[in-house]
């Protein structure tokens, strides 16, 4: 069974930076996807970035030069860094990944950035 916890997040201003987090527990290896995807109030999920051993990171347009997500295969962590904070970034931000097909959610932390 495959668990993620996050840690991170939190309240900072415009241009501020924030790290977040992901430790996956169980059969989690390179070639499965690990990432994040966020959800503001009104919308609807969106990925923010995801990476997978042997593949190039995948970024949003709208975090691309902002954000760089870097794995840690040995810990099974994901860690997310986010610069250049914008208000538009605010959103509950949720590890995601997909393991032999199966997708697995974070309970999710919230990303404030204040103007």
């Known amino acids: 069974q495959v668990q993620l916890a996050e840690s991170g997040g939190g309240f900072v201003q415009a241009g501020e930076s924030l790290s977040l987090s992901c430790t996956a527990s169980?059969?989690?290896?390179?070639?499965?996807?690990l990432g994040w995807y966020r959800q503001s109030p009104g919308n609807q999920r969106e990925l923010v970035a995801t990476?997978?051993?042997?593949?190039?990171?995948v970024y949003a347009d709208s975090v691309k030069g902002r954000f760089t997500i870097r794995r840690d295969h040995a810990k099974k962590t994901a860690y997310l860094q986010m610069n250049n904070l914008k208000p538009e970034d605010t959103a509950v931000y949720y590890c995601?990944?997909?393991?032999?097909?199966?997708?697995?959610w974070g309970q999710g932390t919230q990303v404030t950035v204040a103007v």
């Open positions: 990476t997978r051993s042997g593949v190039n990171p």
């Open positions: 995601y990944a997909e393991v032999w097909g199966q997708e697995h």
């Open positions: 169980g059969n989690v290896i390179g070639r499965n996807v």
